[in-house]
């Protein structure tokens, strides 16, 4: 009972204390009770101890000792390479010997069922090695891991049929440490379901576990397992097959500098006497017509109105926003990504039944549609919470900008 109690608290403690990162593929949530998939699974479980004499592959000629377990996962994405997995295992195991090391019979088989719980982090190596690419759909990972197992084994007499010796009984399980091991794949089959294959070794605290003391100090059994997860809180919405419309992706341009107009100097008009009709300009004479000798003494008439200063000057529209705001730092409501761009802002907008206009980008690999444009973070997350009751937008969230630029979801 102090071994489970142990075990319960370290897992506690893990999961309170894990801090994501800016689900395998996709943008991730930056909330604790974000990035969580749930997976089920099932293969053949293989035992090695006493009561197997073969080392790397078991006995199937005349005794297959090929037994099968099933698994469920709880999982959370820490980073797009770390991740956190909490998994039970339950299924059975078998082994026979018929001679001991010496060449004198044995004629002993064991069966049991086990019960498994174990918290384990995966390492995606993919992602780890050759840095994270969100078009990638095939995975290496290993992990690595601690937990609690729990067995019931019967041991029998091959020629009699007659038990002869256990470990455990049906209300009280053997409990040992266990630390499971191993290497696995998936494929990123849909934008939330992952398939996956996976094997693992798994040893036990133990030398008893085919109720057998001898050789081994350790018992182990490994499992190979068959899975399908479930991303539950996946960040990036599925492709759309109800628009259709393609529209090239909006690239907005870095802000400038205003350009400065330099003063252009231009010669000072000649004054005129009104009392002469000719009067010499740069060496050529002038002349006046009767109206332009009305003229107000000391001034000629000319086309050019006068230009005066707005003593109010207003700050320029930087280029990279939507008319309404002049902040340095910005933000604005994401509502969808794509992959692959094909829709256009103006069928984006209609498939939500919006009534704000949508913006189209590119940035990080996706094609990202936004609404709105706010300076105050308070005031977009309160939109961003009255647009996600509809049922389609519930995944929409806050991005922000600085100068122009979205900060980055996957920082280097």
Known sequence: MRKIFLFLALLGFLLDSGTSFSQTQGVLSKKWYGNWSVGVGGGP?????????????????????????????????????????????????????????????????????????????????????????????????????????????????????????????????????????????????????????????????????????????????SHIS????????????????????????????????????????????????????TKPLNGQPIKLSPEQMQLTPGTAKTDTPSVQSDPQTTASQKPYMLPGLNADIFYRIQIFSSASGQKSANSIQAYFKLSQAVTKEFSEGYYRYYIGEFENEAEAKQFVASIRAKPNLKGAFVVKYINGTRELTHPN
């Open 45 to 221: 479980t293989i035992f090695y101890g006493d009561l197997n004499p073969y080392r790397i592959a078991p006995g199937i000629s005349t005794f297959n000792e090929i037994k099968y377990a099933g698994t469920f996962s709880l999982i959370r994405q820490l980073s797009h390479v770390f991740a956190l997995r909490g998994q039970a295992l339950y299924g059975e195991l078998y082994s026979v010997r018929k001679n001991y090391s010496n060449g004198a019979p044995m004629n002993q088989y064991f069966t049991g069922n086990i019960l498994e719980y174990n918290l384990n982090t995966t390492i995606n190596f993919s992602n780890l090695l050759f840095r994270y690419k969100p078009k990638r759909i095939f995975f290496i990972y290993g992990t690595v891991g601690i937990g609690m197992s729990n067995w019931i084994t019967k041991k029998t007499d091959l020629v009699t049929g007659q038990p002869i010796g256990g470990s455990g009984m049906s209300k009280n399980w053997t409990t040992e440490w266990v630390v499971p091991a191993g290497l696995g794949a998936y494929f990123n089959i849909y934008d939330k379901v992952n398939l996956g294959l996976e094997w693992t070794l798994r040893g036990v605290k133990s030398d008893n576990l085919d109720a057998t003391v001898g050789g081994f100090p350790y018992d182990l059994y």
């Open 226 to 277: 068959l899975s399908l997860v479930f991303n539950i809180n996946r960040r990036n919405p599925v492709e759309l097959d109800a628009v259709n419309a393609t529209m090239p992706p909006v690239v907005f341009p870095k802000p400038q500098a205003p350009a400065v107009e330099k003063p252009v100097n231009t010669p000072t008009p000649a004054t005129i006497d009104s009392g002469s009709a």
